[in-house]
């Protein structure tokens, strides 16, 4: 059975592959988040399947998603005060 990765595909001859660089950083998360986020991860992974989606480009994606949407964040950082 052949699974899809969701950060490889095939890519023409000739075009250059650009290469991801990745740093290890470490942070402290609320627990209810982290588990929201593990959670997240596992349903949308089963329903992209057969799409092999890594948890790091899952929460990436997700990081990358809140980063456009800053008004809405402050929002609600604004309202946990």
Known sequence: MDSTKANKGSRPSGEKKLRRVRVHRSMYLERTVYDRLGEAYKTTSHELYPLDVRKSTFVEACIAYAL????????????DR
């Not at 456009?68 to 309202?79: A, N």
Request: glycine fraction near 0%; hydrophobic fraction near 35%; avoid cysteine.
């Open 68 to 79: 456009e949407h800053l008004p809405d964040i402050q929002t609600v950082l604004r309202q």
